[in-house]
């Protein structure tokens, strides 16, 4: 079937180290994204990229770094910058940068819990 | 900027009966799209439904429909016949002009009892 993966499921950062959340799509999707969900609050976008080789920051950028060197791969490295890592980060794509263009704008993966020993 | 407001944190409602969830958004677009999105306890985001700010008839999908009020820019979600399996967070989102970027709500967790 095709969807998105993010592995892993949970994941644990000592302070002061980087880590990186892999996202995967079978679905021939262009656009790409990231959002952080912290408790009991809605998504804020962290990156998006609306073709390989592109990437542009969103609301919540700072202390992230992304890459889109594959059209299926959009990984997210949470660099020791960012200051309060732990949250749910969900990975999503559409068919086009332009969400207008589909009936289901985005297609979601599981998300990976990031948590800070 | 857009920013959407979902003002009802929680609510609860018996099995089989209606509820509604209230979303506030604002926008300096004339044309733009707004959805309503499910995150059972399993956290997968699913698109309940979506309206398109220039259609006038409101959005329905079986037991979900929408109240859209294009002048008060509000957008409500209307669940009839609840079913358990409703239980989840529900969130609002607007899309923004170039359509790329979706801004949501800080989400409303309903609780259908039995």
């Known amino acids: 079937d095709g969807g998105i993966t993010q592995s892993p499921k949970y994941l644990f950062r000592k302070e002061g180290q980087n880590v990186t959340l892999s996202c995967e799509q079978n679905?021939?999707?262009?656009?790409m994204y990231w959002y952080r969900q912290d408790p009991g609050q809605g998504l804020r976008l962290i990156y998006y990229?609306?073709?390989?080789?592109?990437?542009q920051k969103g609301d919540i950028a700072e202390g992230y770094s992304v890459s889109r060197e594959k059209k299926e791969s959009f990984p997210l490295t949470v660099t020791s910058a960012q200051k309060n890592p732990t949250a749910f980060y969900l990975c999503?794509?559409?068919?086009?940068?332009?969400?207008?263009?589909?009936?289901?704008?985005?297609?979601f993966g599981d998300g990976t819990r990031l948590s800070i020993l | 900027a857009q920013t959407v407001t979902q003002s009802q944190p929680e609510m609860s409602v018996q099995e089989a009966e209606t509820v509604t969830l209230s979303c506030t958004y604002d926008?300096?677009?004339?044309?733009?799209?707004l959805f309503w999105y499910k995150q059972p306890p399993s956290r997968q985001m699913i698109l309940v439904i979506r309206?398109?700010?220039?259609?006038?008839q409101n959005a329905t999908e079986n037991r979900f429909s929408v109240n859209f009020q294009k002048a008060a820019k509000s957008f409500s979600l209307k669940i009839s016949d609840s079913q358990l399996g409703d239980t989840a967070m529900y969130f609002c989102?607007?899309?923004?002009?170039?359509?790329?970027?979706?801004?949501f709500g800080g989400g409303t967790r309903l609780m259908v009892k039995p």
């Open positions: 999503a794509s559409s068919i086009t940068g332009r969400l207008k263009d589909s009936n289901q704008p985005q297609h």
């Open positions: 926008t300096s677009e004339n044309n733009y799209y």
């Open positions: 990229s609306q073709i390989v080789n592109d990437f």
């Open positions: 679905l021939n999707h262009d656009a």
């Open positions: 309206q398109e700010a220039y259609k006038q």
């Open positions: 989102a607007s899309l923004n002009n170039a359509g790329n970027m979706l801004t």
